[in-house]
């Protein structure tokens, strides 16, 4: 098979590091890539977001499948054009995407099937949406409507922060066309916890669980980044807990998608609150999420473009995937001053040792490679990731190789897994 593979993220790396494994995939393209995805697979410069130039670039080399990583090509219609040129792809079309790139849409679809989730509001109207929150009162949430490239979410501890988030959206326009509209929703405490699964129109297809670290210091404080570190498994998701999230959340999502004529395909990625009081749906995403692929990945025994063509075919029915029983983490390494301002073109040293150390596998997300120097060029740059027999020894692995790595522009948390390891000694 032919295979292309949209993005340039760490995501997009795991995803291509597991389908080079495969025996099928006879050749692999990625666009537009980053210096590390250039060791797997062929990287081509067409920008995710350049949805027709994809199209035919597809066409023109007869791709058998095409993998969409990111969120912006598929809720632009990127499968939809392919659908159409007759070229097979993992994700979901834009009317499926619609479940992450409108909140509103999301919330009203949790409702209208009953799927457990905050008490909401949609607003368009500015004044209207000040009323909502005097009479809620705080803490409270105020969500941009549209994609915000994160950025879209404030947890507001008072009425007056909520008045200037929404005064920020709909009068400021921080998000642009995005804030037009705000969802405020009631504020929910507990646990979060990531739910993925691969879903063909019908069948959802769980995965192993996977947890990230948002807050980009360490503690999880600090401001929210888009991932500093991920885990697998996590034990809060029990598989008890799993079961029951399937039953009252994905597969009921997925039957009214169907009911509504936007059949899902592609991977559904839940982020939920569990509480004593139960657990609720904070959000979808229409992606894998990134850091939590790299685990995912890593873990994965079985041929990853056997269950992402299932996906597209509507057979996951007759999957059955396999994991290594063994524990991953991912430790991102970001540049200095993300997710504020940061610089680029730094460079990075000793990433081959990193490599071979017994477990580990580096992956890059905004790499530039100059020659044989490889140069920073983002704000998340490395995922360094390892397996282990529990997540202490994948978490001592994994930095025994971010300290192999000499990148004087760069850091990293020091305590990702830390919730899992507090259970594996049996602290929590
Ligand atoms: P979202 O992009 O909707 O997942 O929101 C980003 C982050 O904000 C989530 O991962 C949560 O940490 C937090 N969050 C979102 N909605 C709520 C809510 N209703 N209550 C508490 N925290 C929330
Ligand atoms: N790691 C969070 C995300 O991919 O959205």
Redesign the pocket.
């Known amino acids: 098979m032919k295979i292309l593979v949209v993005g340039s993220g760490g995501r997009e790396h795991a995803i291509c590091w597991a389908i080079a494994k495969s025996p099928r995939c006879e050749k692999l393209f990625c666009a537009p890539g980053n210096a590390g995805i250039g060791s797997v697979a062929e990287c081509v410069e067409i920008g995710a977001e350049a949805v027709d130039a994809l199209v035919r670039f597809a066409q023109d080399q007869s791709i058998d499948l095409v993998v969409v990583g990111p969120e912006g090509p598929l809720v632009a219609g990127l499968v939809d054009k392919l659908d159409a040129a007759g070229i097979k792809s993992f994700g979901p079309d834009s009317k499926a995407a619609i479940l992450e790139g409108s909140?509103g849409f999301m919330k009203d679809l949790f409702a209208k099937y009953n799927i457990p989730t905050?008490a909401y509001g949609r607003f368009t109207d500015h004044d209207a949406a000040i009323a909502y929150v005097r009479e809620q009162g705080a803490?409270i949430?105020v969500?941009a409507d549209g994609l915000a490239a994160?950025k879209?979410?404030t947890?507001c501890q008072s009425v007056e922060e909520a008045e200037a988030a929404i005064d920020a959206a709909m009068t400021d326009k921080v998000f642009g066309d995005a804030g037009a509209e705000v969802v405020i929703?009631?504020?929910?405490?507990g646990e979060?916890a990531s739910f993925f699964a691969l879903v063909d129109g019908k069948t959802a297809l769980p995965l192993v669980s996977a947890q990230d670290h948002?807050a980009v210091h360490d503690g999880d404080t600090g401001p929210?980044t888009g991932g500093m570190g991920a885990y697998s498994p996590a034990p809060v998701l029990t598989p008890a807990l799993a079961e029951q999230v399937k039953k009252d959340i994905i597969q009921p999502t997925i039957d009214g998608m169907a009911a509504e004529g936007r059949p899902y395909k592609g991977v559904l990625y839940a982020?939920l609150?569990i509480s004593e009081k139960g657990i609720k749906v904070?959000?979808y995403n229409v992606r894998f999420g990134d850091p939590e692929c790299q685990v995912l990945m890593m873990r994965l025994k079985s041929d990853v473009v056997d269950l992402l063509e299932a996906a597209a075919d509507g057979t996951l029915d007759q999957q059955h995937p396999q994991w290594t029983e063994e524990a991953a983490v991912v430790v991102v390494m970001a540049a200095n001053g993300y997710p504020g301002s940061y610089e680029k073109g730094t460079e990075i040293r000793n990433l081959n040792a990193a490599g071979k150390i017994d477990g580990v596998t580096v992956f890059h997300a905004g790499t530039k490679a100059d020659g044989n120097r490889v140069l920073a060029n983002g704000g998340r740059v490395l995922g360094v990731t390892a397996l282990g027999t529990s997540v202490s020894d994948a978490q001592a692995r994994a930095y025994k190789a971010v300290d192999t790595i000499d990148w004087p522009g760069g850091f990293c948390r020091r305590d990702i897994g830390w919730r899992a390891i507090e259970r594996e000694r049996g602290n929590a």
């Not at 929703?185 to 405490?189: A, G, M, N, S």
């Open positions: 909140k905050a803490p949430v969500k994160g879209g979410v947890l929703e009631e504020f929910l405490e979060e948002k929210n982020g609150m904070l959000e």
